[in-house]
């Protein structure tokens, strides 16, 4: 059960031009979209870092796949537990096609709440430390949400519902991630060594998609707990 909130600190970086557009051409060539490389990176990542193969963690989607609730007003945002067989000597561009699949499978759920089904079929709710989540916004929101002077780094106020919040914003020359985390769980430098590694992941991957997935080992801190 995620209902209990706590203080969150928060994480910026980012993801230049020339990276994105060559990221974006993957994507244009495989006929998939940002949302799912930028899952599979993720999922690749998580492995790698955490030395397992299995990969559980949320996703929060809108919750208006049906065409009746597009002029709706309201809230209709849901969480949905994707689960990920990551294999390290899977080519990134066979786990991307994977990927492509499971968020298909994944989010033909999105309109029945997850809570409901768990309390039908009589089942506790897990626990979900990490969630992920793509917003459509512009400069003017990052321009209120990051602060340059403390090196991407900003401590808030923000109650957060998981342990580490990772917000996508793909704008027109760059993608920016924000990372918001339980600051009693983890240390901040190892939180800035776990975001940054990805986005360098990412890269490799977009610029060798045929690579396998062992072969993008970076150096990186695995422990994240304090």
């Known amino acids: 059960d995620n209902s209990g909130n706590a203080q969150g600190a928060r994480y910026n970086n980012s993801l230049g031009q020339v990276d994105y557009d060559t990221i974006r051409k993957v994507c244009s060539d495989q006929g998939i979209t940002l949302f799912t490389f930028f899952n599979a990176a993720f999922t690749a990542h998580l492995a790698l870092q955490f030395r397992q193969s299995d990969i559980s963690y949320g996703i929060l989607?809108?919750?208006r796949g049906k065409a009746e609730f597009a002029d709706i007003v309201g809230l209709f945002a849901t969480s949905i537990i994707l689960r990920s067989q990551v294999k390290e000597k899977e080519s990134f561009l066979s786990h991307l096609k994977k990927m492509e699949n499971e968020l298909k499978q994944a989010l033909s759920a999105q309109d029945y709440p997850l809570e409901d089904l768990l309390?039908?079929?009589?089942v506790n709710h897990p626990k979900i430390h990490i969630?992920?989540?793509m917003l459509n916004a512009n400069d003017d929101f990052l321009t209120r949400t990051v602060d340059p002077e403390k090196d991407g780094h900003l401590d808030t106020n923000e109650s957060i519902k998981f342990d580490i919040m990772i917000y996508v914003?793909?704008?027109t020359d760059r993608?920016?991630?924000q990372c918001l985390y339980n600051?009693?769980?983890f240390d901040p430098l190892r939180i800035q060594n776990v975001m940054d590694s990805f986005v360098k992941r990412m890269i490799n991957f977009g610029q060798?998609?045929?690579m396998?997935?062992?072969?993008?080992?970076?150096?990186?801190?695995r422990k994240l707990l304090i």
């Not at 309390?119 to 009589?122: D, R």
């Not at 396998?212 to 801190?221: D, G, H, P, T, Y």
Request: net charge negative; glycine share 4%.
């Open 61 to 63: 989607t809108s919750g």
């Open 119 to 122: 309390e039908e079929i009589k």
């Open 131 to 133: 969630a992920i989540d």
């Open 169 to 171: 914003v793909p704008l």
């Open 175 to 177: 993608i920016e991630f």
């Open 183 to 185: 600051r009693s769980f």
């Open 208 to 210: 060798n998609p045929e």
């Open 212 to 221: 396998l997935i062992e072969s993008s080992r970076i150096k990186v801190i």
